[in-house]
């Protein structure tokens, strides 16, 4: 944990024992019999602290209650001042990664038509409708073992369309279908825009208001070059209602929020 001290009490000569723990408000008898108060503020993980003493040059013997979660260990002739952690590394990156959500082109599909790969027991070939002009993309998914070839027929999905084409046994699969799996990844569901969803939709994050701030998505190239997709992914799950998001942003379109059938605190890919 990190240290709280300040350089009155190393004058002092004071130890104390500390932990990852919540340190509460003592008292402290000087060599003149006085008291004086000393506060100790420690968030519950020992992160950030401070003390309030009276600035007079005394000796102190003191006792101090302790409400600790782990086991103590001995701080002795505290001579700096005190040290907060910084959490602006975590905030920033936490900040860089949102603000790369948005090159990621997520969009409502239609999934025309599907088949089983000719080549591959495991993969399945499917004709989906984004909305383009140039007509539906040929997409190749991994679902032969978790979704019956019936059940895709007809079916409305989340493509991640700005991926660059990749060459699968033989078929350019142009995109990805966006599927909810458990840790094991025994159980896979395809994620579901509400009723109304439009082919082509462009799909957000957050509030509804948010889609007005929604920037441009990256090229092809940009999501393979900058790893655009592998830095978000691992922040994309499912919440106790189903619901996808990243962090506690919702996925959504026009008509609603993107859930799954029934998989809860699942990976989204």
Known sequence: MAMVGARVLSRAGLSMTTSACVISPVFVAS???RKKRVEYAADAAGAAGRSIISSSP?????STALSC??????????ETDAV???QQPAAAAAADVASDLDLLDIRVGKILKAWKHPEADSLYVEEVDVGEAEGPRTICSGLVKYVPEEELQDRAVVVL?????RNMR????????LAASDAAHEHVELLSPPPGAMPGERIWFGSEADQANQAASATPNQVQKKK???TIQPLLKTTDECTAVFQDRPMRVSAGIVTCKSLKGANVS
């Open 84 to 86: 907060v952690p910084s």
């Open 161 to 165: 369309s700005n991926l660059k084409p």
């Open 31 to 33: 060599s003149f019999g």
């Open 58 to 62: 005394v000796l102190f013997s003191f």
């Open 228 to 230: 655009i997709w592998e």
């Open 69 to 78: 979660s782990s086991s103590s260990s001995a701080v002795s002739s505290l």
């Open 170 to 177: 033989g078929v350019k699969s142009n995109g990805m279908l």
